[in-house]
Structure formats: C-alpha cells, structure tokens
C-alpha cells in the first residue's frame, strides 16, 4: 500500500515562494503518478499538477502554468511543487496523491488517486 505525506505549507505574503513536499513510501512504478491537488474552503478539490514517478511527463492547470513546477526526487521518494509569485488566491490546503499506472491516464481527476495525504495549509496573504 502506497502511502503520502506532505509538508512544507504556511503563511506568506504575495509574491513570496513556499517548495511543498511528498514523501512516497510503498511500492512505485516508472508510469505511477503523484500529482497535487488544492481545496479552499467552501470549495471542491481543484487539480494542480502531476507527474509520472520516472519524470517523463508532467502536467499543470492552466491557472499555475509558469507559476508552479512539480519535480521528483526518486533517491529520496520525494515530489516537490515550488510555487513561486504566490497570491491570495492561492491559499487552500494542498494535498498530495498516488496513483497505479493507468493504459490512458487521466491526470486531471481525483478518481485517478487511490493514495492521498493529510493535506498541508497555504495561506498567501495580501
């Protein structure tokens, strides 16, 4: 059984940068995937970003494009989301997930994620 921690969340101001972090403990495999997702409250669970555990594709939503990079550590089994020029409209709880290696994957929905973390906080204020 895959498991998923994340760290690395808190409290900043616009335009400043924070670099979360997921642990991956359990099996992989080069076509897994582990992707973030974000929550505010009031809201339903918005996709992020994702990569494949090998590194060779990597996907984002249109709204972080440019502004976020997912990366990974296989050594440390570990993917990183920097998130740079951070807005309010940023803050949520950002939770990371895993998934088996799909024929077609969809990397955009939860159903995709069968492993998910606690969650950790970002708040950007203004």
């Known amino acids: 059984q895959v498991q998923v921690v994340e760290s690395g969340g808190g409290l900043v101001q616009a335009g400043e940068s924070l670099k979360l972090s997921c642990t991956i403990s359990?099996?992989?495999?080069?076509?897994?995937?582990v992707a973030w997702f974000r929550q505010a409250p009031g809201k339903g669970r918005e996709f992020v970003a994702a990569?494949?555990?090998?590194?060779?594709?990597?996907k984002y939503a249109d709204s972080v494009k440019g502004q976020y990079t997912i990366s990974r550590d296989g050594a440390k089994k570990t993917v990183y989301l920097q998130m740079n020029n951070l807005k309010p409209e940023d803050t949520a709880v950002y939770y990371c997930?895993?998934?088996?290696?799909?024929?077609?994957?969809?990397?955009?929905?939860?159903?995709?994620?069968?492993?998910w973390g606690q969650g950790t906080q970002v708040t950007v204020s203004s």
């Open positions: 997930a895993a998934g088996l290696p799909r024929l077609t994957p969809n990397f955009y929905s939860t159903s995709t994620y069968n492993s």
């Open positions: 359990g099996r992989t495999f080069p076509s897994s995937i």
């Open positions: 990569i494949t555990w090998s590194g060779s594709t990597t």
